[in-house]
């Protein structure tokens, strides 16, 4: 498997683990968080940038988050946002 590909599994794994364990810290009320990419962000920060190679801020993942979930919908409506979201980083940063 080359780098790219290599990159884009781990970060969709991340972006699912970060997925379930959200959905379990948000049980309780069906998963409704208006605020999901800040705790998404928290989750990520340490294990995105080493994955990523990069340096990024909580409020950059969140912005990233923000604009991939809206590019997500507008260009990929009905793609798996993990596996979306992860090809999008890798064509970000490599």
Do not use: C
């Amino acid at each position: 498997m080359n780098k790219m590909n290599d990159k884009i599994e781990q970060l969709m794994n991340l972006l699912q683990e970060a997925g379930i364990a959200h959905h379990q810290a948000f049980l309780e009320v069906g998963g409704t968080d208006a605020d999901w990419t800040i705790w998404y962000a928290d989750y990520l920060v340490d294990k995105l940038g080493t994955i990523l190679e990069a340096k990024l801020t909580r409020t950059q993942i969140v912005v990233l988050l923000v604009e991939l979930e809206h590019q997500q919908h507008a260009q990929a409506p009905g793609s798996h946002w993990a596996r979306y979201y992860a090809k999008e980083l890798v064509a970000r940063y490599f």
